[in-house]
Structure formats: structure tokens, C-alpha cells
């Protein structure tokens, strides 16, 4: 278990090291960070712009850069904004707050829907309800987020009323309205993984009734709720939650298309701004914190995957 562990540790490290080398020469690829923040065209003197250089250690060689801008990131310096005075870490601070209630609440409803739907799916195959889950799988992996969201807002905001189409209070400020704007937004986003979820519960649950451990448990008299849970869904959960943890970095590509959509003041939305601008730091800073979000999910997934794996929990893997 412990040598697993250490293996993904590892390997963490490893793609956080080659995330931050890759978008910090991708900045540079981009332009001098100088022109952008004086603008294109500018008349600024040859002096100023040798003062902004050295002020920010751009006269240095690149991979003395690289190290110097790893290292205050690694004390949570993330450096300041070309477009705004403020720092990277504080307006990451103030958006992460967003797309976390976002992702968090859209993930678990996705869940949710796709055990429910999967396990009543394959509890009942080739009856109604195994064709309304189906026809809901098939129609939420096809249909693109962004598209989902204009729909829903045009039908449950501009026609019915019913539910705000953009704009965010956070939940300690007025919970009710929070939870009201969220409503549109965590349904856009959790309508594919959903889909995708049901058809692949289906498909364990179904494969998980055909094997020997559930025929012998069926021949001790194990039958119902208690051969289900206990026995097929469990053992569904491990391959189900590797699943789940491969979709939490297009779950975060999501949420910024879905923030976008709903002008949800988030990390999404923070990157699209800070892209069109080109504001280096916060490309840089946004880029690292949402890699750093999706390895430390994933070691958790890890965590929990080992819990429930008898093989890695004895070191068998």
C-alpha cells in the first residue's frame, strides 16, 4: 500500500515539474512580458524599458527565471497582475471559492445520478426504465456544455423565470440565492458526467451479477439490497472511481466554459480574462493551481482506490 503511495507521489511531482516548465516557457512563446505591459506600440523610453527588465528579472537567463518564479511559488508567491494591482494569490483566493462549490456540487450530483440510473439501468435490462436511462445517457455525453447551458437558460430564466441566468452570491453572504444561482450552472455541468456515469455503472453491475463471488454469495442465501451493496457495488466502485478520477481535469476544463457561460466570478473566468489581456503572472499562477488541484484529487482518488482494493491495501500492486 505504502510503495503505491510513493509511486504516485512520485509521479505527482513529476507532472507538477513538467506542467510549470511547459507554461512558463509557453508564456515566453507568447510574447515579451514587457510589451505587454506597456501595450503594443508603446513609445516608452529604451531606460524604462530596461527598468521594467530588471525589475521583474527578465535580463536574466531563462532557466534563472524558471527557478526563481518556482521558488516563490513555492512559498505562495505567485507574483502580481499586469492588468490589475493586485497579486495572482489574492485573486485566485477570491474565484477558487466559485469553481470549487461549482465542481464539488456538480461531481457529486454526476454521481449520484450515474450510480442511481446505472444500478436501476441494470436491475431492470430491456424494460422501460433500462430505455429512459439509456436515451438520457446517450443524449447528456452528446450534447455539448456550453449549448446545455444556453438551453437551460433560455427555458428556466428567459421564459419560465424561475431561476437567475448569471450572477453569484456567495453562500455565507445570502445561502438561498447561492443556492439558486448554482442551480443552472451545477445542472450544465454535471449533465455529462452523468450520462456518462449511468452507462458505465450499467455496464460493471451488469458484468459484476455474472461472476463466480456473487453466485457463490446467492447459493448462501445472500439475495436483495445486501448482494447489491455489498457485494456487486462495492467491488463496481473501484474500476467506477478510477473512472472518476481520470474526468476530474475535464471536469475543471468544463467548469471553465461553464463559468464563462453563466459569468460566474471564477478561476474560469479569471484564465479567459487574463488570456485575452495577456497577463503572464496570472496565466502562469491560474495554470499551476489548477494542475496542483487536479494531482492532489487524484492522489486522493488514489487513497481511496487503495482503501477499497485488497490487492494494493496488501501490496499486491
Not at 511547459?22 to 524599458?49: Q, Y
Amino acid at each position: 500500500m505504502w510503495r503505491y503511495l510513493l509511486r504516485r507521489l512520485v509521479h505527482a511531482v513529476i507532472v507538477m515539474i513538467g506542467v510549470s516548465i511547459f507554461t512558463f516557457l509557453l508564456t515566453r512563446v507568447v510574447g515579451n512580458p514587457v510589451d505587454l505591459i506597456l501595450g503594443r506600440g508603446s513609445s516608452a523610453s529604451a531606460a524604462t524599458v530596461k527598468r521594467i527588465t530588471e525589475s521583474l528579472g527578465l535580463n536574466k537567463p531563462l532557466w534563472q527565471q524558471y527557478l526563481d518564479w518556482l521558488s516563490h511559488a513555492a512559498r505562495g508567491d505567485l507574483g502580481r497582475s499586469f492588468q490589475a494591482p493586485i497579486s495572482v494569490t489574492s485573486a485566485l483566493t477570491s474565484a477558487a471559492p466559485v469553481t470549487l462549490e461549482l465542481s464539488i456540487a456538480a461531481l457529486v450530483l454526476a454521481i449520484i445520478i450515474g450510480i442511481a440510473m446505472g444500478m436501476i439501468s441494470a436491475l431492470r435490462p430491456g424494460r422501460v426504465a433500462d430505455g429512459t436511462a439509456s436515451v438520457f445517457s446517450a443524449v447528456a455525453i452528446a450534447v455539448p456544455n456550453f449549448w446545455l447551458g444556453l438551453i437551460l437558460i433560455f427555458l428556466l430564466a428567459v421564459k419560465a423565470g424561475v431561476l437567475p441566468a448569471s450572477g453569484y452570491v456567495p453562500f455565507t453572504s445570502d445561502p438561498g440565492q447561492n443556492l439558486r444561482d448554482m442551480v443552472l450552472p451545477v445542472l450544465t455541468l454535471a449533465t455529462f458526467y452523468a450520462g456518462s456515469y449511468t452507462r458505465y455503472m450499467r455496464s460493471l453491475i451488469l458484468t459484476g451479477l455474472t461472476e463466480d463471488y456473487v453466485r457463490a454469495a446467492r447459493a448462501k442465501g445472500i439475495r436483495g439490497r445486501v448482494l447489491l451493496l455489498h457485494h456487486v457495488l462495492r467491488n463496481a466502485m473501484v474500476p467506477f472511481i478510477t473512472i472518476v478520477g481520470l474526468d476530474v481535469a475535464g471536469l475543471l476544463g468544463g467548469a471553465v466554459v461553464t463559468e464563462v457561460v453563466f459569468s460566474l466570478p471564477g478561476i474560469g473566468t479569471l484564465l479567459e480574462n487574463a488570456i485575452l489581456g495577456g497577463d503572464v503572472p496570472m496565466v502562469e499562477g491560474t495554470v499551476l493551481v489548477v494542475t496542483a488541484s487536479v494531482v492532489l484529487l487524484n492522489m486522493l482518488l488514489d487513497f481511496i482506490y487503495g482503501y477499497l482494493n485488497p490487492q494494493i491495501r496488501l501490496g499486491g500492486a
